[in-house]
């Protein structure tokens, strides 16, 4: 069973920068892709950035490319989001999640483990 972990969410003023980070069990981390996600209340669950097994790849959203920055630390079994230049759109319960062999980085139908959210609420 693998658990993921969630933390470094709070509140920020809006143009502030937030890191997210995200731990993982089991001594498989290193062989699997890695999602962010993002739930705002009243709207579907939504894709926010990926990265490859071996860091070599990452993917973004349109709407947080060149804000967020997506990083791993195998050794230490971590995924993380460096959020910066927050605006109040971006605020959700963001989600840390394993993809699935072969899923897609950008669907939640292609990551088969997820934590239990940490709030992000960004004021204006």
């Known amino acids: 069973q693998v658990q993921l972990v969630e933390s470094g969410g709070g509140l920020v003023q809006a143009g502030g920068s937030l890191r997210l980070s995200c731990v993982a069990s089991g001594r498989t981390f290193s062989s699997f892709g890695m999602g962010w996600f993002r739930q705002a209340p009243g709207k579907e669950r939504e894709f926010v950035a990926a990265i490859k097994w071996s860091g070599s790849s990452t993917y973004y959203a349109d709407s947080v490319k060149g804000r967020f920055t997506i990083s791993r630390d195998n050794a230490k079994n971590t995924v993380a989001l460096q959020m910066n230049s927050l605006k109040p759109e971006d605020t959700a319960v963001y989600y840390c999640?394993?993809?699935?062999?072969?899923?897609?980085?950008?669907?939640?139908?292609?990551?088969?483990?997820w934590g239990q959210g940490t709030q992000v609420t960004v004021s204006s």
């Open positions: 999640a394993r993809r699935s062999p072969g899923g897609s980085y950008y669907y939640t139908n292609g990551y088969d483990y």
